[in-house]
């Protein structure tokens, strides 16, 4: 039976096994933080390390550590202090409920404190917005980022969100996608799809895209997004994409995530809902807010302010759209 004597190196698999919840990311990031921990803990105390090294003193020390000592910035900084913590109390609190290591049935850092990150994430402003739809309009595969890059100024969805959208999800003709529950953010049996209304700029460029460029299956469920050859567009392609773009603008705060909510002079959108009014002034109270949430009607949700407006150009006349019309005989029938 495994106890505070056991060594830790085996419990930390057992760990990273039973967390099946977690994405791929997240277990390597957590699996990282556990072998520096374990390693740093061999080093000073000059033995293995056991599970009761897995305690408020020890791993308080060792997020001080982090904190100057790190393994991607050898100088360590608050984040990675942040990011080991995070791991560490996941550990224990895995440790508590198996009963191999606990404080009287809770976990044993339930009173450390996790630090805050020094890692500052900033939105854009609206020339920044601007130059970034411009560059991506630029790139080899112009028409498809310049289509990324408005529909998450627009929309607010994550990445994950984005490379996970097919084309059934799509209904241009009633302005509104459906984030599916599996293709987002959540634990699994937690996640629950939603609608998201999409703005009049958003339509129009997503109309274009799928009208000209898409290459690819027609099939209601292939990816949204595809590369030049017809290949589904990944996560990681989509990512590489506005890496690309930050290097061409030299926004260093560029980042899909900074994409999400655009900066105080637009009307912010967030999941679909706008959470500040037209003209600069801010909303009185949450009220306003609740009634352009999704669960309000569609209708009232197309009279909410474009997070859009102003930004982009609108473009001089539109042609029919065959792979658009194709879509809708595919979910008709």
Partial sequence: ??????????????????????????????????????????RRTRRPAKVADVSPDTVNDFVRHREHHGERKPEGSRHQARNACVALKSLAKFLAVRGIWHDTGASALRHVRIPQSDVVRRHLQD??????????????????????????????????????LKLADLDLAEGVLLVRAEGTKGRPGRRREREVTLPPEVIRELDRY??????????????????????????????????RLKRWTGIDALSVHALRTPGPALPPCRLGRPLRPPGGRRWSDLRMVRRYATGRPREERRRAPSPLSGLLDRPTGRRSSPQVAALRTLRSA
């Fill in 1 to 42: 039976m495994r106890d505070g004597r056991s060594p830790l190196a085996g419990v930390v698999e057992s760990f990273l096994l039973d967390r099946a919840d977690l994405s791929d990311r997240t277990r390597t990031n957590y699996a990282i933080q556990l072998r520096d921990f374990a390693q740093w803990v061999e």
């Fill in 127 to 164: 020339d920044e917005a601007r130059r970034v739809v411009a560059a991506a309009a630029g790139g080899p595969q112009g028409r498809r980022d310049r289509t990324l890059a408005v529909l998450l100024l627009g929309t607010g969805l994550r990445l994950k969100e984005v490379a996970n």
């Fill in 210 to 243: 799928l009208r000209d460029v898409r290459k690819g299956r027609l099939d209601p469920e292939a990816l949204v997004f595809t590369d030049r050859t017809g290949s589904p567009l990944t996560h990681s392609g989509i990512a590489q994409i506005f890496r």
